[in-house]
């Protein structure tokens, strides 16, 4: 138990990131458009929240810049993909093309030190929180541990995460505007008979996502990290994207799917430097490279079928 304690508590906190993210792929797709720039509105957000909350010492500020910043995205990929009918590949890969490029030149205008930001001062991040009795349930066997250490301990984001799964669930399937949603990635023209507005829910859809991917990225800089460094993302949106088609763009199996992915990271982390039976040392990189390749077998190999919604990626033409 003490052995694996520490490695799931890791894949905990690397699991949010891509939560939040999926979660954001979950609304936007659900809608019918595809989120490619799933990494660039979260890099942007992470700059955001890094250069703010270093400036003001302020993790909410940092966090709320962090939303702006990549809601402004989002709509961007929404008029492109939305009012002008464009090409919903192209536009999210433009986006994540922008962040990358916009980060690294802010960062280094503003700053001056290579395209991060200066270092979160302990206001600006988000403080770790022990819930009631953590420290007296502690040598309780077996309960005690896991919610002294597996439970408590963590920042709010990471429960606000795990918090926004149910909540995204009674939205998509006990609400009128999710029952909405998932109809016009279904079918917009019979939404649109119905005399709803296929465009404004769609592009609640991607604020909604906007919203998401601003989470993701100040979990990144401001309270997994003090600050933000140049491509610090490190691909996240994408192992998001196939954690989303992973869980057949569902609520509940994102959680579980995001977890999973979060504990193949761990479980890499704690492999580098260690010698292995036959093959011996095994080079950082390729241990870094375990989590993307099991990714790619798990898709290739134990998916099964996955539909996305059957509007997805087709822009609407209203018919007159």
């Not at 302020?58 to 492109?80: E, I, K, P, Q, T």
Request: net charge positive; glycine share 12%.
């Amino acid at each position: 138990m003490e052995a694996v304690l520490p490695v799931l508590d890791s894949a905990v906190r690397l699991s949010v990131p891509l939560i939040l993210a999926a979660l954001a792929g979950l609304f936007s797709e659900r809608s019918g458009i595809f989120d490619i720039g799933l990494e660039g509105k979260m890099l942007i957000a992470a700059f955001a929240a890094g250069a703010v909350a270093g400036v003001t010492a302020s993790a909410w500020l940092g966090l709320a810049a962090a939303v702006v910043a990549s809601v402004a995205f989002a709509l961007v990929h929404g008029y492109a993909s939305i009012t002008q009918r464009g090409n919903q590949i192209v536009s999210g890969v433009a986006i994540n093309f922008l962040a990358s490029g916009l980060t690294a030149f802010l960062g280094q205008a503003w700053f001056s030190q290579g395209g991060r930001t200066p270092p979160v001062p302990a206001g600006g991040r988000f403080a770790e929180i022990e819930l009631p009795g953590a420290e007296a349930l502690r040598g309780v066997p077996l309960v005690g541990p896991v919610y002294a250490e597996l439970i408590s301990g963590h920042n709010l984001l990471v429960y606000l995460a795990v918090l926004a799964v149910p909540l995204s669930a009674w939205i998509l399937y006990r609400t009128r505007f999710g029952l909405r949603l998932r109809a016009v990635g279904e079918n917009p023209a019979a939404v649109d008979t119905a005399g709803i507005s296929v465009a404004w829910l769609r592009y609640r859809a991607v604020m909604i996502a906007g919203i998401f991917c601003g989470f993701a990225g100040a979990y990144l800089a401001i309270a997994q990290s003090a600050g933000f460094i140049r491509d610090m993302t490190a691909g996240k949106g994408f192992i998001a994207l196939a954690a989303l088609i992973f869980a057949k763009w569902r609520p509940w199996p994102v959680l579980g799917a995001c977890f999973l992915f979060g504990l193949l990271d761990a479980i890499s982390i704690r492999l580098q430097g260690a010698r292995l039976p036959i093959v011996g040392e095994v080079p950082v990189q390729a241990i870094q490279a375990l989590p993307y390749l099991l990714t790619v077998v798990l898709l290739a190999g134990f998916i099964g079928r996955a539909v996305p919604p059957r509007a997805g990626g087709v822009p609407y033409v209203k018919e007159h």
